[in-house]
């Protein structure tokens, strides 16, 4: 499971003081795109190989509400792959780790020239199944 | 069933050239919060008498790009209300009539006061139980 | 002048229930969009020519907050045009005509294919040598 | 001088593929947010001791793009400050050092139950004078 850190900004908390619920559909994605870094390929460098990730569905559940002031963690781990689609299981937790939103995403492939949905590229999916393994 | 129409922002598209999928929940938020302003009883009017949304749940199907320069239109539909918790059924569609997204949020009822989960209050209870007889 | 009204969002009031300072440039940009819309030749026609707007300055003077439930006006006027830049005056009104934010900014111009700086191209020049005549 | 580096996150950039010009905005926030809580007084404290930030002015120099996948370094010093009102010069610089953004950004102090502006409190002008002398 890969986990990503840091604080709460202050403009990500709306009038009650929360944390802004699309806000941690952002958080999700910032903890995605570093994984994907992380494992050598990132989505920088994908979009250089004209691959990019539409979002095919998202679910959320809302447990407890993170606040200005808060560092939260937020954890994604691969649920699914089926060459076509992958879906991430990921969860924001405050820095009691307790937990704040537990969701699930999933994502197309897509050329970015062709407009195409598209099977996941080679070089990618082997570094999708190396992660799987290592889960 | 309520809408409501307004132009993408150029901010709220990605380097993709879409809508971040982050922004259908904000469009999502700006229509229900329209709807219950026309609804006689607005969300600043019920956080002056102590009542927030907490969400509890969203699910988001995503079926085609909005872009900047697109005109969407965002819709909102009670789904169940259950005196505890008010689920809404969502959509946005492009200029085009075209389906983009497709969703689903649950809001309970808070005292902003407390902080603690609560029934829907009568007067909002009533309004909410006269719209759906109106669906 | 060119003015532009619409509701605050929710979202974009901060902790303090005011809304947050990074959002009037984007209000800001909002408005600017709309009016180059209605001159016929918007950014999304422009980017289609190749043609978009670095943000050179801007500077911002904040007056009176706006809030979740106000309803805005923002205005542009044109203050300056060279050919190399243009610069814009813009405010930001709530629904009693107060002064919220009084801005000004200055953009260029630049082929989005080449990435280079460039002067206005002849057919928006010409659009904005109206507009100033109109001013 | 205080400095705070971060990945640009994704949703960011806009749709040229550079960083929306009103997060660097934020990022001047998120910096000098960052700032106050290494002097040991954070703005989550303050605002527990009714002390919060209106913002009266702010200039930006846009000089070069930061894009996503670059982590950029915002800095934070101490410009003037007089007792009503406290200046800083904040800087985006990319990864290879180049200056993103120059700005300078000028806050008042306010007491949030009375809603009235007021000079800065004793605890806290003690921390800026320190920080000051330091520079």
Request: charge should be negative.
């Amino acid at each position: 499971m890969y986990s990503y850190s840091f604080p709460v900004r202050y403009y990500e908390a709306d009038p009650m003081g929360i944390v802004h619920h699309s806000e941690y559909v952002r958080y999700f994605e910032c903890c995605r795109n570093n994984w994907l870094d992380d494992c050598g390929y990132g989505v920088a460098e994908c979009a250089a190989d004209n691959i990019v990730f539409p979002v095919a569905k998202l679910d959320m559940r809302y447990k407890y509400s993170a606040r200005f002031g808060d560092v939260v963690t937020v954890t994604t781990e691969i649920e699914e792959f089926t060459g076509a689609r992958i879906t991430m299981h990921q969860q924001v937790l405050n820095a009691e780790g307790k937990l704040c939103v537990d969701g699930h995403i999933t994502l197309g492939f897509m050329n970015s020239k062709t407009g195409m949905v598209m099977r996941c590229p080679e070089k990618l999916a082997a570094i999708i199944e190396k992660e799987l393994n290592k889960q």
